[in-house]
């Protein structure tokens, strides 16, 4: 009975999710209802509000499902990776970006990205803060793992480039959300410009 009930506990969660999502992209994150999300959600205000304080911890909630999603699919990148260093940072960085938009608007990350600054002690602020790390440590182990591999130069700190290489993404991402016109393929373009060098740098295996 016990396994039933999680079960139907992280069904109702996933409705909430979805129900949100589809409103904050449909009405804006501003005009979305909470009544609207539990009505879509097919659950009562009483029990959204027994998973979910607010409209804030909806969103963060569905930036945890977002990049948890992102990092499975990342895993598989790195259990066996190309061999380019280039093209491995490309492939998992793209893997990364592919998916931001799957759940999220610009607008709602924006939201997501302030609350997560303004709300630093809130439980799922500091998730959206961990999954930062997650998805950083990621990068440390694709690199480590080419490392391991004869692809990245052994002296190099695996965890300094890593960190780098995340921190860059990451600002860009930042940038790619505060401007609505920008197409993903130019925040794919610019990124993989920007890594090239360090990945020439890194590389054991020298271009001629």
């Given at each position: 009975?016990?396994?039933?009930?999680?079960?139907?506990?992280a069904?109702?969660?996933?409705?909430i999710?979805?129900?949100?999502t589809?409103?904050?992209?449909?009405?804006?994150?501003?005009?979305a209802?909470i009544e609207?999300?539990?009505e879509m959600?097919?659950?009562?205000?009483?029990?959204l509000?027994?998973y979910?304080?607010?409209?804030?911890d909806?969103?963060?909630a569905?930036?945890?499902?977002?990049?948890?999603?992102?990092?499975e699919?990342?895993?598989?990148?790195?259990?066996?990776?190309p061999?380019?260093v280039?093209?491995?940072?490309r492939?998992?960085?793209?893997?990364?970006y592919?998916?931001?938009?799957?759940?999220l608007?610009?607008?709602?990350?924006?939201?997501?990205m302030?609350?997560?600054?303004?709300?630093?002690?809130?439980p799922?602020?500091r998730?959206?803060?961990?999954?930062?790390?997650?998805?950083s440590?990621?990068?440390v182990?694709l690199?480590?793992?080419?490392?391991k591999r004869?692809a990245?130069?052994?002296?190099i700190?695996a965890?300094?480039?890593?960190?780098v290489?995340f921190?860059?993404l990451?600002?860009m991402f930042?940038e790619?959300a505060?401007?609505?016109?920008m197409?993903?393929?130019?925040?794919?373009?610019?990124?993989a410009?920007?890594?090239?060098?360090i990945?020439a740098?890194i590389?054991?295996?020298?271009?001629v």
């Open positions: 009975m016990a396994g039933l009930r999680e079960k139907q506990k069904d109702k969660n996933r409705r999710l979805e129900a949100a589809t409103l904050f992209r449909e009405s804006g994150y501003d005009n209802r609207d999300i539990a959600a097919e659950v009562s205000v009483g029990t509000y027994n979910y304080q607010n409209k804030g909806i969103l963060v569905t930036v945890s499902m977002e990049v948890t999603e992102v990092l699919a990342g895993e598989r990148v790195i259990a066996n990776p061999l380019n280039e093209e491995a940072l492939t998992l960085i793209e893997q990364y592919d998916h931001s938009l799957f759940y608007s610009k607008e709602m990350w924006r939201t997501a302030a609350i997560s600054i303004q709300q630093p002690e809130t799922l602020s998730r959206y803060t961990e999954l930062d790390s997650e998805l440590a990621q990068i182990r690199v480590a793992t080419l490392q004869g990245v130069i052994a002296s700190e965890q300094a480039i890593g960190e290489i921190n860059n990451n600002m930042i790619f505060k401007v609505e016109a197409p993903l393929e130019v925040l794919k373009t610019r990124v410009a920007q890594h090239r060098p990945a740098l590389s054991s295996v020298k271009a």
